[in-house]
């Protein structure tokens, strides 16, 4: 009788003990001069309930998928201290938040990978065809490339990688030569357009330059001539003869007009 009585109490034990035990969070952090640095986080089970007697200090709030609230504690930390702090699990708990004494965020943390929403019908952001094909079908866009043979190309595949994407792939590489035609054909007429100017930039240069030259030298021996004709009429003046004189003598001579009034003008 006192065997089946102590029986019943190791039995009663366990079942309180079942019934306290929880699955929690662990985080593990570091509260070094006024900083909170983050080292990891991980799941754990344990054979009790923690109870969280802190009114005050850092925030914790667990958040779901949806953006929702799951569930806050506040937690306080002394400076220069490693905390490893146990956060109750939720299946849907998408990030934990951490928020200061002054409500502002200072860690964001996501657990999404402990999340257990596989079979729910709904291919969840941090579910893939990888992970959970219950919800998430072969060529599904989930961030994981299944290569399937299911007659949908996988939009987060690269082209070569799907068989299904043979079709998508060919479509592509004819764009792209295409294009690339067009960019070469474009390319030599942009060359050519470039070779024309740079030709009549040549030219136009070399007319300047030959106008230049010229003007420069038919200047230069219209001075000679006006310094020779200046020259030739003070002579003769000093030798007596008239102005009118110098002029027809000049004009025998094949000067024109304009320059012996110039040669004149000049004295």
Known sequence: MKSKFITYIILLILLVNTANAGKYFVLDVNHIF????????????LDRTIKYADKSGFLIKTVSFENSGIQTIYYGMSENKNYIIYIPYNENAARIEVYNSKNSKIMDID???????????ICEEHESYESCTKDCASGSKDDFCDGVVDGICDPDC????DDDCEERFNE???ISETISKTDK????????????YLIWVSLISISIVFVSLFLFVKKRKENQIITSLKQYINKNLNRGFTLQQIKDSLFREGYTQKEIDKAIKSI
């Open 158 to 161: 690269p082209l070569k990688a």
């Open 111 to 121: 657990v999404g990978s402990f999340a257990s929403t596989c079979g729910n019908k």
């Open 185 to 196: 054909i474009k390319e030599l007429e942009f060359v050519e357009e470039n070779f024309n």
């Open 172 to 174: 592509t590489s004819e």
């Open 34 to 45: 006024g900083s909170v640095t983050f080292n990891s986080i991980n799941l754990k089970e």
